[in-house]
């Protein structure tokens, strides 16, 4: 099945400075990868995703990049804000109108140093 | 539109027992998935829903069991709780357009 692996496990940068997690997937058939923005007492949020027919995909301060070739994708913070603080994670998916299973990486810990 | 509403949020149990959480999913969601959260394992996939329908299923135990109604609201069940079964479980509906959107989650202790 999918694996997939995300570092670093935390990460602390100053504000106004950008911060960037890299995942890697071992599944080349995997084909949607969404990023989640977890805070403390909530469930998962989804901040950006991105499909295999796009390379990049940006939302304000918040970016993606997929290189399919070799399995990996990054989310890019710019001007990170203290309320940037919080653990993100990455999935991979095969995406197949929703019945398939998201395969998340372990977390990246962010701490945005004010 | 009402985001997705787990409950309840928090849940003490003793070993032995067994317990049922409820999810209902955003309006016009069909399909319903959940997950369980712990800080050795990470997020791990349960099994997901559609039409009341399981579709597909993690690699659980069969003490972990779930249904999806009519109106798409979905149960978890989880019989002969153990310790290790706390964590904290969330459950994600689905629509094409937006991704998977998650509750806060119901965080179960077994004692």
């Known amino acids: 099945g999918e694996n997939v692996e995300q570092h670093p496990s935390t990460l602390s940068v100053q504000e106004g400075d950008s911060a960037v997690i890299k995942c890697t997937y071992s599944?080349?058939?995997?084909?949607?990868f969404p990023w989640y923005k977890q805070e403390l007492g909530k469930g998962p949020q989804l901040i950006i995703d991105?499909?295999?027919?796009?390379g990049e995909k940006k939302d304000q301060r918040i970016a993606v990049t997929l290189n399919k070739t070799a399995k990996h994708f990054s989310l890019h913070i710019t001007e990170t804000q203290p309320e940037d603080s919080a653990v993100y994670f990455c999935?991979?998916?095969?995406?197949?109108?929703?019945?398939?299973?998201?395969?998340f990486g372990t977390g990246t810990r962010l701490t945005i140093i004010p | 539109k009402a985001g997705v509403t787990q409950t309840p949020r928090y849940l003490i149990k003793t070993r032995g027992q067994q317990v049922t959480l409820s999810c209902s999913p955003i309006?016009?969601?069909?399909?319903v998935s959940w997950y369980q959260q712990t800080p050795g394992q990470g997020l791990q996939f349960l099994f997901e829903?559609?039409?009341?329908?399981?579709?597909n299923k993690g690699n659980f135990p069969g003490r972990f069991s779930g249904r999806q109604f009519s109106n798409s609201r979905s149960e978890m069940n989880v019989s002969t709780l153990e310790l290790g079964d706390s964590a904290l479980y969330l459950c994600?509906?689905?629509?094409?357009?937006?991704?998977?959107?998650f509750g806060s989650g119901t965080r179960l202790t077994v004692v």
């Open positions: 309006s016009g969601h069909r399909s």
């Open positions: 999935a991979a998916t095969i995406s197949n109108f929703g019945n398939e299973k998201l395969t």
């Open positions: 829903y559609f039409s009341e329908t399981q579709r």
């Open positions: 994600a509906s689905f629509e094409w357009t937006y991704g998977y959107t």
């Open positions: 991105i499909r295999s027919n796009v």
């Open positions: 599944d080349s058939a995997s084909n949607y």
